[in-house]
């Protein structure tokens, strides 16, 4: 049947094309922007058959033609044809997420609060099964006992992070000003989460630090510097003080909660710390170093060096 499916297939592709020549010249004989619109436009040839039907009606029935054609090949084709390629489809799927590098996932990670918040449920959880279990129940004790070994696994690195956190993991600190930046690649804490700098952008005096190659970064830094027209960045010392008031500055925190496409932020336009310095423009990049630290409960902050990428300044 597949031979005459093929047949079928290309007795069509010959009626339609010629269909669609038919309807071209009709279209260029009526006049030359019928003619171009039927060609460059969408929905065009439709227009002109409802208009001209009596001069385009055998063009249309001949492409019906081709149509009913081509459906009439396809329903020829065996079922295992689709079958193979279904099978071909998910052994490609499978073997993609069999060679996917462990860890890596587009879902943002869980916060440490939100992480806390699930091991807490599971520990009440664990509580009200130990406390239901029956008397003499040996292999049903042995199996929550190891559940809570697994639970008491899994809570020792959240609490450490928190502990680190609320000590600023020796990086956040109350003043930024006049402190030593570090010289690896900018990193720190968002929201209470890991931050890499993946990518830089300074473009009209905001400069853009996010983690994240997708259109909503997973986490994001934005800091507004007020630059007057034309004015450069470059070769510049940019300095906020903790109790300097209200700042010309004004940085963004942005993050992405799990599951969720649109990000969350705050906004700080005094109260926090910055160093932020760039080096000269050179290629339509510049260096900068930074060390900023937030006032927020979580401690956030971003210190060492980065690459950004001019646009517009």
Known sequence: MIPLAVVLFILALILILGSQLWLV???FQ??????????FIPGAALVFIVLAWAESRRAFFLGVAGTILALAGFFLLP?????????????????SLRHAKPGVSSAPELSLDEKLARLRLREQELIARKAALKPGDGPALEAITREIAQYNLELQPVLLALSQRKAGDGLWRDEAVGAAIPKEPAAGRVHGRPFTVETANLENGILSLRQGREFVAEQEWVI??????????????????????????HVHLKWREKGSE???SMIFTDNYTMQLKFGAAEN??????????????EKSYVAGT????????
Do not use: M
């Open 306 to 313: 980065f690459r950004a990428v001019l646009t517009g300044n």
């Open 224 to 249: 507004f510097l007020f630059l007057k027209k034309g004015e450069s960045p470059a070769n510049r010392l940019f300095e906020v003080k903790r109790k300097a008031g209200s700042s010309a500055a």
């Open 284 to 297: 339509g990049k510049v260096d900068g170093e930074i060390y900023v630290c937030l006032p927020d409960p």
């Open 79 to 95: 079922r295992e044809v689709f079958k193979e390629k279904i099978v071909a489809q998910i052994t490609r799927q499978t073997e």
């Open 30 to 39: 009526r006049h030359l922007l019928w003619g171009l619109g039927t060609l």
């Open 25 to 27: 010249i009709l279209a």
């Open 262 to 264: 649109l990000p969350k």
